[in-house]
């Protein structure tokens, strides 16, 4: 099983500051690393795909990289709607996993 | 648009089974694999099972192999979960999503609450 390891597991930030996520994976997995934004009592939503792929109708100030066991999100500008939890997800292999979350708070 | 749509929620004894279902509108559904994730209260994202959409080769986490069997009927546009022998820790929200390697979107959930 391929084990994701988020940092950090909670970060609280004012509006306009940048984030950075991090997600590392136990053994790589190219770029089959894909990120979720999931608001409070909300589904998740896909932000990003294949590590740095941008989602139509995500906006522009997020941002994805990385490949092999490496991966970040980062989120430019940060606005107030963008407090919730991000999860990275791999798809590379059964059974696919998830990392811990990241729950981002906007003061 | 895509539509998912999950029902069949509810509580259950330990031991006991329960069929949760996943209406899909909007897309070509037999066309595409789909998955199960649930989501315990307060806790993070653990992926379920998932099916493909070709030839039905099926998919599970080693939490739930042998007790909970994912299924679709490409006639009706179903996905379904049927869970038996539940236990206190497969209480939890169940996502139902597409599944084109990324899982997306999602539909809104079921809860599942496993309590005597």
């Known amino acids: 099983e391929i084990v994701l390891t988020q940092s950090p597991d909670f970060q609280s930030l004012t509006p306009k500051e940048k984030v950075t996520i991090t997600c590392r994976a136990s053994q790589s997995i190219g770029t089959s690393l894909h990120w979720y934004q999931q608001k409070p009592d909300q589904s998740p939503k896909l932000l990003i795909k294949?590590?740095?792929q941008s989602i139509s109708g995500v906006p522009s100030r997020f941002r994805g990289s990385g490949s092999g066991t490496d991966f970040t999100l980062t989120i430019n500008s940060l606005e107030a709607e963008d407090a919730a939890a991000y999860y990275c997800h791999q798809t590379t292999s059964f059974p696919y996993t998830f990392g811990q979350g990241t729950k981002l708070e906007i003061k | 648009e895509v539509q998912l749509l999950e029902s069949g929620g509810g509580l259950v004894q330990p031991g006991g089974s329960l069929r949760l279902s996943c209406a899909a509108s909007g897309f070509t559904f037999s066309s595409y694999g789909m998955s199960w994730v649930r989501q315990a209260p307060g806790k993070g994202l653990e992926w379920v099972s998932s099916i493909s959409g070709s030839d039905g080769s099926t998919y599970y986490a080693d939490s739930v192999k042998g007790r909970f069997t994912i299924s679709r009927d490409n006639s009706k546009n179903m996905l379904y979960l049927q869970m038996n022998s539940l236990r206190a820790e497969d209480a939890a929200v169940y996502y139902c999503?597409?599944?084109?390697?990324?899982?997306?979107?999602w539909g809104q959930g079921t809860l599942v609450t496993v309590s005597s």
């Open positions: 294949y590590a740095s």
């Open positions: 999503a597409k599944n084109q390697w990324e899982l997306a979107p």
